[in-house]
């Protein structure tokens, strides 16, 4: 089973900048996509970003611009470059991994952005 373990939430001023990682672990596996959801308060799960292992991205729409989703093959890790924060960005930020073995998902880190 594939362990994922997300970094890099914590509170920012609206207007600032974080980067999120997230680094796969345990089986051997490939991961093929690797991917961001985020969860507010009273709100369902939604897809922030995705990736897969040849490079190609897509984003939600209200992160088009501001959000920017990498990957290091080697490392099975993804990150988030997030600029321009915005209070609605306020969430839960989970990782997601999806390769031959199946679906896997992190516990998550808390991203608050204060106005």
């Known amino acids: 089973q594939v362990q994922l373990v997300e970094s890099g939430g914590g509170l920012a001023q609206a207007g600032g900048s974080l980067r999120l990682s997230c680094a796969a672990s345990?089986?051997?596996?490939?991961?093929?996509?690797m991917g961001w959801y985020r969860q507010a308060p009273g709100k369902q799960r939604e897809l922030v970003a995705v990736?897969?292992?040849?490079?190609?991205?897509n984003y939600a729409d209200s992160v088009k611009g501001r959000f920017t989703i990498s990957r290091d093959n080697a490392k099975n890790t993804v990150y988030l470059q997030i600029k321009s924060l915005k209070p609605e960005d306020t969430a839960d930020y989970y990782c997601?991994?999806?390769?031959?073995?199946?679906?896997?998902w992190g516990k998550g880190t808390l991203v608050t952005v204060s106005s």
């Open positions: 990736i897969t292992s040849g490079g190609s991205t």
């Open positions: 997601n991994a999806a390769g031959l073995g199946g679906s896997y």
């Open positions: 345990g089986s051997a596996f490939r991961i093929n996509v």
